[in-house]
């Protein structure tokens, strides 16, 4: 359906920017939660949002949030998400209300929602105001790093009425990377360069949650320090820093092309020592729970390159 | 051509014939969506009944977007005629000199600031005028202004928004960047309101009609204004203002939505011929009728996905422009 319209396309950057979650404009709280039924759930842009036990209707206006939804056992109680919304199976069958950047605000207001999970940074502004307006109950969900991803289970659990759950894949996330940091973040630090889009070169830097990944397995992200979320070094940026690492989530799940044109530098490190590799973007783009695996193939990766350098160095 | 006869009969069958029309393509508008509302229950809802449903989407949904869409198209098609009399160039649009950059860059900045959508329209109004201010005091400079000169500068400084508008993209990608694409393609999803839009469009016709006759001498060319005794320079100044606070106004309701402002006076002066008394009322109401129709096109023609209207009102007006460009050498 998408397919075969040039607009899709035009828009496939934008969306996957989005997606990444440049430039986070809300201001998140670290305060430990109560969980209290009755009381109102802080969401994402700090408005307080009140339960009403168990919303049998609940629309999702992010691939990433239909994703949180189905991991606090609520996916069942989705009656319409957005396009691209393709994980776990059940998503994919489910009725669309146009894409996360362009909303069919008739379809959502006919299908009667109890409860809106939007995407505060990604969904349109105006469309979103106009939801509220017809009083319809908006909580806003922005991920933005691990912590986030876990406090999000939490919350969502407390907003949908299904908090023992939610508890249960917070706390399996939070062991995950627990697990993960325990083992990894102490390894010899490595240099690694994390390739976003191309064309343009993209690359995040450390406030952004892959860049929290990349520090949790013990790699330096040799674009960290830039001031960009997600910054845009020319290809020479990238020769003068000469990781020892390249990563990238490529244009599809399955397409590690990427990473071929790299190959031709034959002075990088990265590339005499075949350090080229490839995370299905799904895996580690998206701040879900399943970031945790994606995270754990990172590791991995940039654990197999400690093992190709020299031996003093390892 | 009734150039110095004066409105007459045709002129009034001309806009009884557009009203019409403009009647019937809002009724479409509020008829259709992606949601299939029966007639009857749309008509129920105006006479007050009708389910909830069916009042939320005709009166909450429907019709506030259909009347900034007629609004923002008639905005769009009368500061396309004016500017085509301004700079008697056949290739003048509203956005020529320069006014929809300094919009969308006053847009981008107040969204990069993470200012609310109030701000946001506010800033993209006061990009448009300070761009119509530059153009108009560089264009004037010595005292010497031609339309070339005024084209020429407008086209260069709208190359500098421009290039701003990319620099703030790439340097800053900032969330709302394809709610900022689909605003540069034009889109009426993002319009909050039909209230400044319907204002100007109305102001500007009334105040557009009594310069009618001497927009009518001008389009013939300034030396023959002056020799008629029209004061040109005055003249000038007002069409600029106009034609800029016209686009200003539509530019901040649904962003650069492309084509209306160029196509429909053209259009029009191929079946009305150039009378302004005329074209500038009927440029309105195409204007409205084009891009209102354009729009219930792009909410409905791949429902659930929205379309931004840009691409529709291409789509349908460039053939028709097309025929009637070729049938008016036959």
């Known amino acids: 359906m998408t397919r075969g319209i040039p607009l899709t396309n035009r828009l496939a950057l934008p969306l996957a920017l989005a997606a990444l979650g440049v430039l986070p404009w809300i201001g998140l709280s670290a305060e430990p939660e109560r969980i209290d039924p009755d009381a109102a759930v802080i969401d994402d842009r700090g408005r307080e949002v009140y339960g009403s036990g168990r919303p049998e209707r609940i629309i999702s206006l992010a691939p990433h949030l239909t994703e949180l939804l189905f991991a606090i056992g609520a996916g069942e ?23 996360a950047v362009q909303l069919d605000l008739e379809r959502i207001v006919a299908l009667d929602p109890q409860l809106v999970i939007a995407w505060a940074s990604g969904n349109p502004r105006a469309q ?19 912590a986030g991803i876990a406090r999000d289970l939490r919350r969502l659990g407390q907003i949908t009425g299904t908090m023992h759950s939610a508890e249960a894949a917070a706390a399996a996330f939070e062991r995950e990377i627990g697990d993960l940091r325990a083992r990894y973040s102490g390894r010899a630090p490595i240099t690694v360069f994390y390739q976003v889009w191309d064309p343009p070169l993209m690359t995040v830097n450390d406030r952004h949650l892959i860049g929290e990944a990349l520090q949790l397995c013990g790699g330096t992200n040799v674009f960290g320090d830039l001031k960009a979320l997600v910054p845009r070094p020319g290809r020479e940026a990238v020769l003068a820093a000469n990781p020892e690492v390249i990563v990238t989530g490529g244009p599809g799940e399955d397409r590690a092309d990427w990473l071929e044109p790299w190959r031709a530098w034959t002075g990088l490190t990265a590339v005499q020592r075949d350090n080229l590799f490839f995370i ?5 783009q998206r701040p879900t729970p399943r970031i945790a695996e994606g995270t754990g193939l990172l590791c991995d990766a940039l654990e197999q390159a400690r093992l190709r350098r020299p031996e003093p160095d390892r | 051509m009734s150039l110095e006869t004066g409105p007459g009969f045709r002129s009034v069958v001309t806009l009884v014939v557009l009203a019409g029309s403009a009647a019937v393509a809002v009724l479409a508008s509020v008829m259709l969506g992606s949601v299939r509302l029966a007639p009857a229950e749309v008509l129920a809802v105006f006479s007050g009944h009708g389910s909830d449903l069916a009042r939320m989407l005709v009166l909450d949904l429907r019709l506030p977007r259909t009347l900034a869409a007629f609004a923002t198209g008639g905005l769009l098609a009368v500061a396309g005629a004016l500017m085509q009399v301004l700079l008697r160039n056949p290739l003048a649009d509203p956005y020529v000199l320069g006014i929809s950059g300094g919009a969308a860059v006053g847009a981008l900045l ?49 190359a500098g928004w421009g290039a701003v508008i990319t620099f703030l993209l790439a340097v800053r990608p900032s969330p709302e960047l394809p709610g900022m694409l689909y605003w540069l393609m034009g889109d009426l999803a993002q319009a909050r309101g039909s209230g400044l839009p319907w204002l100007t469009l109305l102001v500007v016709v009334l105040l557009a009609l009594p310069l009618g006759r001497s927009l009518n001498v001008l389009a013939r060319g300034p030396m023959q204004a002056a020799v008629l005794g029209v004061s040109v320079y005055r003249l000038e100044w007002a069409v600029y203002l106009l034609a800029a606070v016209v686009t200003a106004a539509a530019v901040t309701t649904a962003g650069t939505v492309g084509f209306v402002g160029l196509i429909v006076p053209h259009m029009l002066r191929l079946v009305i011929g150039n009378d302004q008394r005329l074209l500038i009322p009927a440029a309105a109401l195409a204007g409205g009728i084009l891009l209102t129709l354009a729009d219930t096109v792009a909410r409905t023609v791949i429902a659930p996905q929205q379309l931004p209207v840009g691409v529709i009102t291409a789509m349908l007006g460039v053939p028709l422009f097309l025929f009637l460009l070729y049938r008016s050498r036959t």
Do not use: C, N
């Open chain 1, 128 to 146: 979103m105001e106009r939801l509220e307006a017809l009083g319809l109950k908006v909580y806003y969900s922005e991920p933005t790093d691990f």
């Open chain 1, 280 to 284: 299905p973007p799904s895996l580690i």
């Open chain 2, 110 to 158: 107040a969204m990069i600031a993470g200012l609310g959508l109030g701000w946001v329209s506010g800033s993209a109004f006061a990009g448009a005028m300070l761009s119509t201010l530059i153009v108009f005091g560089l264009a004037h400079g010595t005292g010497s202004w031609t339309p070339t000169r005024l084209l020429l500068t407008g086209v260069v400084v709208a």
């Open chain 1, 77 to 99: 109680r989705i009656i319409a998400t957005v396009e691209h919304a393709d994980h776990p199976a059940q998503a994919r069958s489910l009725p669309r209300i146009g894409s």
